[in-house]
């Protein structure tokens, strides 16, 4: 049966131009385009970047070279292209820029490709698990890289015993980092004390931070506030942070989840105030140095 009308003139892409419509095409090098504007027919010999525009090089058959932006305009055989750049290149460079301009959480250079070293004698030594949670988040990638381990020590109160236990000397040096290092304080007491143990005091450091808790390590903006909140002698004073910010803190659960939250608000050093970075790099480059 034939159709008397014709097909249907509207079907199909009658918008396309008359050459087509125009496809992307990388600019590998050796690749022969012609400029639409200029008639210009030349091979790609490079793209660069210049002042922020992609520039691509095509030289005639006479040796000439001359530079057009890219993007469209082109024709390959006839038919409309798109030079971009090219693909390969332009992924092993942004794989390049990225692994040399990747830093770790803690600020350092991230080192890719390295299995964590076999854990060495020495250790990193902390109060408990909210410290050692808080120096793995930022820290842990040196620290796997060092071959260092954090270990708990469920507070400071014996600290000497846990040196005695510990029994540190060459090859074996034992970092010890404090909560509420202030002058006067209980703890201060005991490092004085633990400082002066011999035989091991030259293989023993022991520094603190001035928070009452790790907590307040991480700076209040982070979590909203314009500072943390003096809480009133009597009260716990997790317990009062939790309140103050209209966290549920009748039970353990609910301060494990305290916790929790204050921990996610951190990304990496940026996060943390300066008195406990410094003292976490101190005991880091200590327990690593070379006897």
Do not use: C
């Not at 693909?87 to 600020?107: F, I, P, V």
């Amino acid at each position: 049966m034939v159709d008397r009308y014709g097909s249907d003139v509207l079907s199909g892409d009658w918008r396309a131009p008359r050459r087509g419509r125009s496809v992307e095409l990388p600019a590998e090098p050796g690749t022969v385009v012609e400029d639409v504007e200029t008639g210009w027919v030349g091979a790609v010999v490079r793209v660069e970047n210049a002042g922020g525009v992609h520039v691509v090089h095509l030289e005639d058959r006479r040796g000439r070279t001359k530079g057009f932006r890219l993007g469209p305009g082109f024709l390959v055989d006839g038919s409309p292209v798109t030079l971009v750049a090219p693909r390969a290149a332009e992924a092993q460079r942004l794989a390049a820029a990225k692994a040399a301009g990747a830093r770790t959480a803690s600020g350092s250079v991230a080192v890719h490709g390295q299995r964590a070293r076999v854990a060495s004698g020495s250790r990193i030594f902390v109060e408990g698990k909210h410290d050692a949670e808080l120096v793995e988040k930022v820290w842990g990638h040196d620290l796997r890289v060092e071959g260092v381990v954090v270990e708990m020590l469920d507070g400071v109160d014996d600290l000497a015993g846990a040196i005695r236990d510990f029994a540190p000397g060459p090859g074996r040096r034992m970092g010890v980092l404090v909560d509420h290092l202030v002058p006067g304080s209980k703890e201060s007491r005991v490092v004085d004390e633990a400082r002066a143990l011999r035989p091991w005091a030259q293989h023993v450091l022991v520094v603190g931070h001035p928070y009452v808790d790790v907590w307040q390590s991480v700076k209040p903006g982070r979590l909203g506030m314009d500072a943390w909140p003096v809480i009133p002698r009597g009260t716990s004073w997790k317990h009062g942070i939790a309140a103050h910010l209209g966290w549920p803190h009748a039970t353990q659960a609910d301060m494990a989840h305290a916790w929790r939250r204050i921990l996610a608000s951190v990304d990496s050093w940026t996060d943390l105030e300066p008195e406990l970075l410094g003292r976490v790099e101190e005991l880091i480059d200590f327990v690593t140095a070379p006897e």
